[in-house]
């Protein structure tokens, strides 16, 4: 059974930063690709970021790209997504994902989230 806990998350001011992480079992981490996805109040579901299964290849969302870093740690079974110069926007609860085939969508189930408030 797939299973994703997700953790860092809190409240920023903005300009701030957090470092999310998800633990992830019940699957082979090492050869899955892996995605965080946000819901911000109000709004739909929206894809932030990939990783391929190896670490090398990285995409983003044009508005998080050069503010957020993902990265994974195989040998942890855990990912991550380092969150720089935040801004009120980034307000959502951030989940982790396996990735489908096709970057910028993602399989369920998720994690059951971790919230992030950017607010001065």
């Known amino acids: 059974e797939v299973h994703l806990a997700e953790s860092g998350g809190g409240l920023v001011q903005p300009g701030g930063s957090l470092r999310l992480s998800c633990a992830a079992s019940?699957?082979?981490?090492?050869?899955?690709?892996m995605s965080w996805v946000r819901q911000a109040p109000g709004k739909e579901l929206e894809w932030v970021s990939h990783?391929?299964?190896?670490?090398?290849?990285?995409y983003y969302l044009p508005s998080v790209k050069g503010r957020f870093t993902i990265s994974r740690d195989n040998a942890k079974n855990t990912l991550y997504l380092e969150l720089n110069n935040l801004k009120t926007e980034d307000t959502a609860i951030y989940y982790c994902?396996?990735?489908?085939?096709?970057?910028?969508?993602?399989?369920?189930?998720r994690g059951q989230g971790t919230q992030v408030t950017v607010s001065s």
């Open positions: 994902a396996r990735s489908d085939f096709a970057v910028g969508t993602w399989l369920e189930p």
């Open positions: 019940g699957f082979t981490f090492s050869t899955v690709a």
């Open positions: 990783i391929g299964f190896g670490g090398r290849n990285t």
